[in-house]
């Protein structure tokens, strides 16, 4: 998927429509390139509902690779700003 979102909110929103119609590989893709863009690597607010979403994709489909790169991006982007958060 090679679109490129401004604003992580916008690409949560798009994760949550794709899963809606069914196509939870398409949302997990563009959940785990939000957390890998160079240019979302500050922690926000928004990070913490993306997680949650990518982790429960990623549960459903069962694929403990993409889970465990999804958690070692997020420690690193949340580790200093809100370790609290992990």
């Given at each position: 998927m090679s679109r490129h979102f401004q604003r992580p909110e916008n690409a949560l929103k798009?994760?949550?429509?794709l899963?809606?119609?069914?196509?939870?590989d398409a949302a997990v893709k563009l959940l785990h390139q939000i957390l890998m863009v160079?240019?979302?690597?500050?922690?926000t607010k928004t990070h913490?509902?993306?997680m949650k979403q990518f982790l429960s994709i990623c549960v459903e489909k069962r694929d403990?690779?993409?889970t465990k790169d999804g958690l070692h991006q997020y420690r690193n982007i949340s580790q200093h700003q809100a370790?609290?958060?992990l």
């Open positions: 798009r994760a949550k429509e899963c809606a119609v069914g196509k939870s160079r240019r979302h690597r500050t922690w913490e509902p993306i403990s690779m993409m370790p609290a958060s």
